[in-house]
T-cell receptor
Framework: KAGVTQTPRYLIKTRGQQVTLSCSPISGHRSVSWYQQTPGQGLQFLFEYFSETQRNKGNFPGRFSGRQFSNSRSEMNVSTLELGDSALYLC????????????FGPGTRLTVT | SQQGEEDPQALSIQEGENATMNCSYKTSINNLQWYRQNSGRGLVHLILIRSNEREKHSGRLRVTLDTSKKSSSLLITASRAADTASYFCATDARGTSYGKLTFGQGTILTVHP
């Protein structure tokens, strides 16, 4: 099976802009979780989607949003980018029925200037 | 705040030696997982241990879990230079699952050839 894919892999944006990141889960996986990784805060949970519904959300401002499509692919959007949003954004997929192992994609490296 | 705390923060050993990393967490959990990350790339799932298990093996990896002490350890035997990476423990706390893993800050392992 193909692994989790994320696009784009690298992105440079300017403060105030918005960005959309995409994640395609492993075939058959219905749950997609998103994480932000920074040197200062480490890995932090953003949100999780299962069957197009957000089931869980971390402590991030409303500028961070996401959605999931009927084919389980997911997107996350960050509006009004701030310098502190520079991070590695990772998505992970799992079967989602209970907390099975999560399989991570390679991440999208976002740099905000 | 991070649920899991790892110890040590950094570990430097020679090829062939064993590496032990420890993880502590704060709340009751369903499962604990260990992941490896190479140079800011995606996380690779290593092993999952359920809260009712005490020890699990996978190849050169041995994981123990002590729920009374809220701690886990990861032992890598006969280490190789290719094991050089950051290692993270991740927990799903009871009552807050649905795709949310809480990660520790990680242990940076360097294996010298």
């Amino acid at each position: 099976k193909a692994g989790v894919t994320q696009t784009p892999r690298y992105l440079i944006k300017t403060r105030g802009q918005q960005v959309t990141l995409s994640c395609s889960p492993i075939s058959g996986h219905r749950s997609v979780s998103w994480y932000q990784q920074t040197p200062g805060q480490g890995l932090q949970f953003l949100f999780e989607y299962f069957s197009e519904t957000q089931r869980n959300k971390g402590n991030f401002p409303g500028r961070f949003s996401g959605r999931q499509f009927s084919n389980s692919r997911s997107e996350m959007n960050v509006s009004t980018l701030e310098l502190g949003d520079s991070a590695l954004y990772l998505c992970a997929s799992s079967l989602g029925l209970s907390l099975y192992e999560q399989y991570f994609g390679p991440g999208t490296r976002l740099t905000v200037t | 705040s991070q649920q899991g705390e790892e110890d040590p923060q950094a570990l430097s050993i020679q090829e062939g030696e064993n590496a032990t990393m420890n993880c502590s967490y704060k709340t009751s959990i369903n499962n604990l997982q260990w992941y490896r990350q190479n140079s800011g790339r995606g996380l690779v799932h290593l092993i999952l241990i359920r809260s009712n298990e005490r020890e699990k093996h996978s190849g050169r990896l041995r994981v123990t879990l002590d729920t009374s002490k809220k701690s886990s350890s990861l032992l890598i035997t006969a280490s190789r230079a290719a094991d050089t990476a950051s290692y993270f423990c991740a927990t799903d706390a009871r009552g807050t699952s649905y795709g949310k893993l809480t990660f520790g800050q990680g242990t940076i392992l360097t294996v010298h050839p």
